[in-house]
Structure formats: C-alpha cells, structure tokens
C-alpha cells in the first residue's frame, strides 16, 4: 500500500510560519478573513510581491517547522506502508535544495527514493493520498484524505484530517 504524502501544510507547518514572517514585517494577517481564501487574495500587490520574494529564498523555507506529531506518525507509518513525500516544488524552483535539506533534517529515515518533487501530481501512482489542495486529491484515483487549511475550509467532499493524530488513528491502529 503506497501512501502519497504533501510536504507544505501537511508535513511542514508552511502557512503559519509564513504568517508569523509577515507579521514580523508589519504585515497583519486577520485569520478569519483566510476562511476559503489563500494569502494572495487577502494582501495588497507589494504586499503579495513582498511574500514571494519571500518564499522563494533558501533561507526561508530552511525555517519551516515540522507540524505537531508529525516526525513519530509518520515514522510508525513508515514501517507499515510505502511512503511517498509529495512536493510541487518546482512552483518555487529556488526552494528545491532547500526542500531536500528540510527533509533529511526533520525526517531522517525517509530516503531519497522515497522523495518525489514534480510540477503536477496527476501522474504520481499511489493508493492513498494526504494533501491540502483539493486540486491535487481530485486528479487522483485512489483514496483520499484533506488535511485542514484555512484555505479548505467548507469544503465536505473529502474525509478529513485536522492534524497528525487523527493520521495516526486512521492507519496506525
Ligand atoms: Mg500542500
């Protein structure tokens, strides 16, 4: 059983260090207002400009923290199933190396064979499928799971995942 995994907002906390690094430079995020909406609609263009600049640097995404309980969940599903960590990197090229490094820090018994960077996921084989962005889940064929985001907030067509317990609940019994 192979279960395709995202990195951003589902392995690494991406959104809420993105927000605390806009916060840090005086750019006041109103969480309410990011129900259904990405960050790119609640900022002005600088402000928009500013945050790609931003996420598209090495040292950047370096940073990001691993979310809650990840590293063991993940770690115990490792020894039951195959494991794919699924990232669009190339929608931040410059993110790439970084990325990887991110990965061999914070999960250190995934291999590099295990690590798939693309430009779309509609390709990718697997049985099972986490992920954020409903745009990814509805392109695949076999099972799928939303993990929460502000930006998926409302949508009910997908069983979902509010953090890395309910994960381990699922697959881990
Ligand atoms: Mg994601």
Known sequence: MRLLIDMDDVIADTLNYTIACLESNNIIIDRKELAGKELEDILTK???????????????????PIKP???????ELHKRYEIRVVSCAF?????????????????????LNEII???CKADIKGDIMIDDRTENLQKFSGRKYLYTAPHNKGINRYKRFNSWIDIQNEFCR
């Open 69 to 75: 309980n990840c590293y063991a969940v993940l770690k």
């Open 91 to 111: 929608a931040f090229p410059n993110s790439m190396n970084a990325k990887l490094g991110w990965l061999k820090k914070h999960l250190d018994f995934i291999s």
């Open 117 to 119: 960077f693309c430009g």
């Open 46 to 64: 600088e402000q928009v400009d500013f945050m790609h600049k931003m996420t598209d640097s090495v040292s950047y995404f370096k940073r990001i």
